[in-house]
């Protein structure tokens, strides 16, 4: 009988939401402004509430902030960087409780905690040499209309005509449009921080690699209808021509 279902890994990208401060006005004010940005880009998104960067955590309003970010269309999955307190709220509330490696607060209270110096196996066996892995190309020759979304799971999209307004492109690499990009571009889909998107004509509704997004009223004037290359760089979208 085969298996009902699959239970496997998986590479999504989700948003994180890293608050500075326990204010929840200001908090309200700046998202609100951020979701103006691209609302359709944000509705329904999936969200992990971070308290990594706040002086004090224990000030956060758990369940202020989750009506908050619900209101702008948002909907929370998981917190972290949390306290102890702040994980049995979690439980209470059904959202998973996150781990990040190397910076997260429960990560370097546990760090406090261990003694024993663990040296390196010098028997182990040396790893393999990493191999990088080159999917397909997935190449469109028709014009992408509005309405239409096209997403690639694996490997780059060669899209040979244009992408028209409401349209939305998507891939786990590189994006490829050789033509005017008039709608949503997302590269980089599962998190590739190196994937790129190239146009030759740049009209984009908004442009995104890694879940790092820039819309249409922040690209450089000079480089709109030109045909560029558009990247992240210090976990910034650079646009530069081609």
Known sequence: MQDPFDLKGSAFTIPMLSLRESNMEIISARLAKKVGQAPSFFRNAPVVLDFGQLPDPDQVDINKLLDLVRERGFIPVGITNCTEDQQRQAKTMELAVLTTRGNGRLQEEKAEEKQEEILPDENANKPEP?????????????????????????????????????????????????????????????????????????????????????????????????????????????ITPL
């Open 130 to 238: 990493a191999m990088r892995t080159v999917s397909a190309a997935t190449v469109i020759t028709e014009p992408i209309r509005s309405g239409q979304r096209i997403f690639v799971e694996q490997g780059d999209l060669i899209v040979l005509t244009s992408v028209g307004s409401g349209a939305e492109v998507t891939a786990a690499g590189n994006i490829h449009v050789y033509g005017a990009l008039r709608g949503r571009a997302f590269a980089g889909n599962t998190g590739d921080t190196q994937a790129r998107i190239f146009c030759q004509q740049l009209e984009a509704e908004l442009v995104a690699v890694a879940g790092i997004y820039l819309v249409n009223e922040n690209f450089p004037d000079s480089l709109r209808a030109q045909p560029v290359h558009i990247r992240l760089q210090t976990e910034r979208i650079r």
